[in-house]
Nanobody, 125 residues
């Protein structure tokens, strides 16, 4: 499995960005894909995940209502639409994938098997 994140950049507070994660090698729909972020000097933080076969999604409280995670099957990408961005959203965003196991907590980075490189999002005030 290979994951490649893109779409980061510089945006003003209140603006929007859309992140993409190109995925290859996912052989079935029994996967969970997620986004995490890490701000300078801070620990990696869960952002959102989606169960590919069920389509169910889950968000951290800090992004709920502002961010939307989705999967574009035709393009085989994982997307993260980020609206109403705040300076606190500034971080390196990384995508990840894991085979679904019912006992895993997919808000934890340790639950994921595969990681893409990060893409930097900078939100100016």
């Amino acid at each position: 499995v290979q994951l490649q994140a893109s779409g980061g950049g510089l945006v003003q507070a209140g603006g929007s960005l859309r992140l993409y994660c190109a995925a290859s090698g996912l052989t079935s729909h029994s996967y969970v894909m997620g986004w995490f972020r890490q701000a300078p000097g801070k620990e990696r933080e869960f952002v959102a995940f989606i169960r590919l076969n069920a389509g169910s999604t889950y968000y951290s409280d800090s992004v709920k209502g502002r961010f939307t995670i989705s999967r574009d099957v035709s393009k085989n990408t994982l997307n993260l639409q980020m609206n109403s961005l705040k300076p606190d959203d500034t971080a390196v965003y990384s995508c990840a994938a894991a085979s679904y196991r019912y006992y895993n907590d997919y808000t934890q980075y340790s639950a994921y098997d595969y990681w893409g490189q990060g893409t930097l999002v900078t939100v100016s005030s």
